[in-house]
């Protein structure tokens, strides 16, 4: 299971990766693919359970993200245990389509111990004005010169949205 903490497209926040080992095997990595669009430039491992401590990696592509958690003392986990591993600094993918996220465990030599395993679909949302709370986008919080003519749909602003 994936579970992002914010589910807006484009935003950075923190992934939950929680999967239960379908095989008994010393892992010594745990490589999660995120799909197109979803990204990091340095996540952060900010907390794990079930799996000893580690490092985690990044590798970025137009196809997605791989992050790779290497066990630095592997032992064996047996069948049945469920692994979470908490990460921050992801940034959304842009695509408001179905996303999931494929989690393969591995020995240290690279052997597959499972998976690959796709989570649970999960939906991104692009928010749009209904979802917007009223008086909440004020002057102080736009900088200066970032709304142009051109960000600005024809006949959607009329007087009576202007303030004096």
């Known amino acids: 299971m994936a579970v992002p903490a914010n589910d807006i497209v484009n935003i950075k ?24 669009g979803t990204g ?3 996540p952060e491992l900010i907390e794990r359970s079930n799996i000893g401590s580690g490092s985690l990696t990044n590798i970025a592509t137009v196809l997605g993200s791989t992050m790779t ?3 630095d003392n592997p032992v064996s986990v047996v069948a049945g245990t469920t692994i979470r591993l908490e990460i921050g600094q992801i940034f959304n ?19 597959i111990i499972d998976g690959p395993t796709d989570s649970l679909g999960f939906q991104l949302k692009q928010i749009a004005g209904p979802e917007i709370e009223s ?4 002057t102080e919080k736009i900088a ?16 009576n949205k202007i303030a004096p």
Do not use: L
């Not at 923190?14 to 239960?20: E, K, L, N, S, V």
């Not at 993918?93 to 052997?111: C, G, R």
């Not at 008086?135 to 004020?138: C, R």
């Open 13 to 36: 926040t923190t992934y939950d990766i929680i999967f239960t080992t379908g095989s008994t095997g010393t892992i010594g990595k745990i490589v999660i693919n995120f799909g197109p």
């Open 40 to 42: 990091a430039i340095s």
């Open 69 to 71: 958690y290497t066990v």
């Open 93 to 111: 993918s842009d695509i408001t389509s179905i996303s999931s996220v494929t989690v393969t465990t591995k020995t240290s030599s690279d052997t």
């Open 135 to 138: 008086n909440s986008i004020t």
């Open 144 to 159: 200066s010169s970032t709304i142009t003519d051109s960000d600005i749909k024809p006949q959607t602003v009329t007087g």
